[in-house]
């Protein structure tokens, strides 16, 4: 098996886990800046509070103008509402008044009170007391730049994320063109190198069928199956390498020819049958010479999968009005819970000769060409699996 899947996987774990280690890591370092500046925050409404009982309690006027103006103004950042001990207010700073009710102060009391609500969620208020026994309030908040530093990392991360995701898409989908580009265009050039020596070929075979010396030679039929059998190829490879045409074909038919082509060329400890539930007059949109190449594909690794002695079963079921489902069972090994994923992916195998191209071609026939589905719809280790083609109607 080519490891490249487990690399990417790898690959895959380790950036998310370095992303979240960033993660985390800006998330610790902006909680520790916010408790630093809340405490400070706090300090300086503790000094603030101070300077206020000094000042209420002052014996005289001396300190008074050194208070009010270094201590009670120095704090222009820290919301803080004054109030009595009924919570009535006398005092208000650093406290957004929206526009439309500054020249209110009905309203403006009333938008104070529901701050000093806010405020008593954040903090207990700071009691000042009077030397009479009376006491006054000290109520704050987190300045705005707090609060904002607060929310500051997970914005942050949410925007990168977004941004991550964006570039994620668009990486994935640029990848995914290209690729589209590599199977389309080897599929062209294999076609188009194969078609000259093969109408050159198909004009050899036509003449010496034709001449009389070998007249009766066995040789010539196997040559002419070969010859029919390249014609078959290069015709597939030139349908995956343009926009094939969908025709209305009768499914069971198609599928029948199929298998019965196949048969001759498989061994005979396998058994086919081919079963719908179905009248046989039931059409699908699909491409035969890309339907029958799936068809092969799956069946050669039903075969791989028996080692070349079992059943398969072909069944047809409609699927409501709008589409049919082919579903093709072996009694093969079947597939691991754990690998059922990978089976599609180009490059995935267990064989020793396998590429892993056959269901990653045959996914794209299907999702692709025919805008349906495969997929394994059961799969048992050691009793066999189903994989399960659905076709538009
Ligand atoms: N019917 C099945 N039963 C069990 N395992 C299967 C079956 N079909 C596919 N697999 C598993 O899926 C793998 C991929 O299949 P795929 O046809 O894409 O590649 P491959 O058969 O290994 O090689 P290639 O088809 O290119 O020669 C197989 O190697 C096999 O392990
Ligand atoms: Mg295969």
Redesign the pocket.
Known sequence: MIPIYSQKNRIKLIVVIIALIIGAATITYTNILVSKLSEREQELVQLYAKGLRYMINAPSDDNIVFIEEEILSSNTTVPVILTDENENILDSKNINIPENISNRPDKINSYLQGEIEKMKEQHEPIVVPWAEGSVNYVFYKDSELLSQLRYYPYVQLIVISCFALVAYFAFSYSRRAEQNRVWVGLAKETAHQLGTPLSSLMAWYEYIKSSPKFENEPILEELGKDVRRLEIITERFSNIGSVPTLRDENILQVTQNAINYLQNRISRKVAFTVESTFSPGITAKVNVSLFDWVIE??C???V??MEGRGSINIQLVLLGKSSVAVDIT?T????PKS?IDS??LPG????K????????L?KRIIDNYHQGRLYVKW?EVGK??T?RIVLNR
């Open positions: 594909n799956i050669k690794n039903a791989d999968a072996d093969g090994k079947g597939i690998k089976v599609f995935f195998t267990t064989k000769r396998g590429w892993g191209l056959g269901l990653a045959a799969s066999g699996t994989f």
